[in-house]
């Protein structure tokens, strides 16, 4: 059976969309595999890369419902961050500090194994490793990130940040060297090629449920004997996890007499230490790439597209960026898009694999899954070849699912805490002191 692929179709409304390369799917599904992944996002891609290159006698398919990149992995803020979405004070407490300690060490060596790849692979992704650097604009989120200083997050003063970035109000903030900033869309370009270079068949517009014994593609039966689910937010949610929307804008490319004054030279992420996320990036065509979240969970965890649309929240992420740097006041934002990313109830990520069935999947990365869907990819492939080694041996693999709180107490929970993290922003910025709300939220995030 041949899929039906749309050659001239961008895989999603995201500024990096537009520097896509058309990808060529295969066209032909074999009878049979040894592996049918599910899923082409960064999680499909790299289980596939890891597989391949664990064995390469594996004949591997990825079927991916839409186009390559159409999810989180084409859309997202292009940090390959050492970020996880639990702090590491908590995990020391959830797993012990040799397990916190391995799941860092795992993950930096994930980012500079993304950069060896792009080097040979990618270079459309502008993979630039120079760190991540978090502002205090209060006094409140100053006392709050002087106290999350530690060996990896170095505080800076006001004087000393201000020679690596030039933002209003800025008090100072903490510095991460463990963070690279990327092309998301470039580097799944560069994977894309890499993979069928490795002959691994890469199909599009093939919706595929596992199945005994093989998955079910559009109406075709595969036999395989190994299934990986790798398909996010766009899964089965039940009550394992729950979609949120992170929302992003960009500038027009702007001037070197903007960058001049506002810093960034080496291209490291950003961000305020505020409750509400927010993330930032200078492209490496000098855009300002800036997302944020904000918009309300959507009723018994279903997808809604037009929240990746949500106006407000789009606004506010342009009048956030022109607080920070008032130079942008005429400036064009011209493009806004939005997506969604899966948050499990203790937030952190699972990676599950039974040998018995050959049925593993990956996920729940919440805003985190750039690094993290490398890392996890690596992960599951070493299970389905039967290696036993340090990443398998990291605390959420294999992990049961905690389950999130039936409808309506959810809805009302996860809405109450997307609203408060917006109310204690405010409390900081006008008080300058911690926020009380943010104490109400404290127990909802569990971190
Ligand atoms: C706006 C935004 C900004 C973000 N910023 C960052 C960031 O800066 N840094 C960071 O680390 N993380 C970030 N994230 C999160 C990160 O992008 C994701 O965690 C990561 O890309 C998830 O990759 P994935 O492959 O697991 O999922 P996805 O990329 O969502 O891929 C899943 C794929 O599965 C396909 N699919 C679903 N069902 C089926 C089916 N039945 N058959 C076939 N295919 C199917 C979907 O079409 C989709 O393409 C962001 C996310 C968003 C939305």
Not at 49 to 67: D, G, P, Q
Not at 91 to 106: E, T
Not at 407 to 432: F, I
Request: aromatic letters at 10%; one cysteine or more; proline letters at 4%.
């Amino acid at each position: 059976m041949a899929p039906t692929a749309k050659p001239d179709s961008k895989p999603n409304n995201s500024l990096w969309a537009d520097s896509a390369e058309r990808f060529e799917p295969t066209q032909q599904i074999a009878d049979s595999y040894d592996v049918a992944i599910i899923g082409g996002g960064f999680s499909g891609l790299w289980s596939a890369y890891h597989l391949i290159n664990l064995n390469s006698k594996l004949k591997i398919a990825v079927f991916e419902a839409k186009t390559f990149g159409f999810g989180a992995s084409g859309r997202n803020g292009g940090w390959a961050s050492s970020d996880y979405p639990v702090s590491r004070s908590t995990l020391i407490k959830r797993h012990g500090l040799d397990q916190a300690n391995a799941l860092f060490d795992s993950l930096i060596t994930s980012i500079n194994e993304i950069g060896d790849f792009s080097q040979s692979f990618a270079p459309k992704s502008n993979f630039t490793k120079s760190g991540t650097v978090m502002f205090a604009r209060n006094a409140a989120q100053e006392t709050r990130l002087r106290a999350a200083a530690d060996e990896f997050h170095i505080w800076k003063t006001a004087d000393e940040l201000s020679k690596l970035i030039r933002v209003s109000d800025a008090r100072g903030g903490l510095f991460n060297p463990e963070c690279a900033t990327v092309n998301p869309i470039g580097l799944l370009n560069g994977l894309f090629e890499y993979l069928k270079l490795r002959q691994v068949d890469l199909f599009e517009h093939c919706f595929a449920t596992p199945i005994q014994q093989g998955v079910l593609v559009n109406s075709q039966r595969v036999k395989t004997q190994v299934v990986i689910q790798a398909t996010e937010v766009y899964g089965a949610a039940r009550r394992e996890f729950i979609p949120l929307y992170s929302q992003m804008v960009a500038t027009e490319p702007l001037s070197q007499g903007f960058w001049d004054e506002v810093g960034v030279a080496e291209r490291f992420t950003f961000a305020e230490g505020s409750h509400l996320i927010n993330y930032a990036q200078r492209t490496s065509d000098d855009r300002l790439a800036i997302g944020g979240r904000g918009a309300t969970y959507p009723f018994k965890s279903r997808l809604e597209e037009s929240k990746e649309y949500t106006v407000l929240v789009h606004e506010n992420i342009r009048k956030l960026a022109k607080k920070w740097f008032p130079q942008l006041k005429d400036v064009s934002f011209t493009h806004a898009w939005g997506g969604a990313v899966a948050i499990t109830r203790d937030w952190e990520p699972y990676i599950q694999f039974d040998p018995s069935t050959g049925f593993g999947r990956l996920g729940g990365y919440a805003g985190d899954g750039v690094t993290m869907s490398y890392l996890a990819a690596k992960i599951i492939s070493n299970l389905v070849v039967g290696n036993s080694n340090e990443l398998t041996g990291l605390h959420f693999v294999n992990r049961r699912i905690r389950s999130w709180e039936p409808e309506p107490l959810r809805y009302l929970a996860v809405n109450s805490l997307v609203k408060l993290s917006g109310v204690a922003d405010r409390e900081e910025a006008l008080t300058n002191r911690a926020s009380v709300v943010s104490k109400l939220i404290a127990p909802l995030i569990l971190r």
